[in-house]
């Protein structure tokens, strides 16, 4: 069932580039709405166990807020420190107003 795809939230829910923090099967999701895309990515900072949710999103990039470190909304490769490793992105669909995330990782 980890492969199919499940409503998180509305579109008209997500203001741009401000994430939306959702849990899906007990896992957080931050849902971001920017650059005329939707993007899933695992909400929790590699390094340091905080809501990605809370911080900034620049540039297809959203920002930890406690230290600092930019994620990559396509890929959930780090690209500052001080984190270095990836942190999940998810797939995501678009159905009128639902925006609909499936647990399998993208590679």
Not at 9 to 28: A, N, Q, W, Y
Not at 71 to 90: H, I, Q
Request: proline share 7%; hydrophobic share 35%; net charge negative.
């Amino acid at each position: 069932m980890s492969g199919a795809f499940v409503r998180v939230c509305g579109l008209s829910e997500l203001e741009e580039d401000t994430p939306k923090r959702v849990e899906l099967d007990g896992t957080p999701l931050s849902v971001v709405h920017t650059e005329g895309e939707v993007f899933a990515i695992y909400d929790i900072c590699s390094h340091a166990n905080v809501s990605l949710a809370e911080g900034e999103v620049d540039d297809c990039h959203i920002e930890c807020w406690l230290h600092g470190s930019r994620f990559d909304l396509r890929s959930g490769k780090p690209d500052s420190l001080p984190a270095t490793r990836p942190v999940p992105v998810y797939p995501v669909k678009i159905e009128g107003d639902d925006v609909l995330v499936s647990l399998s990782q993208e590679s």
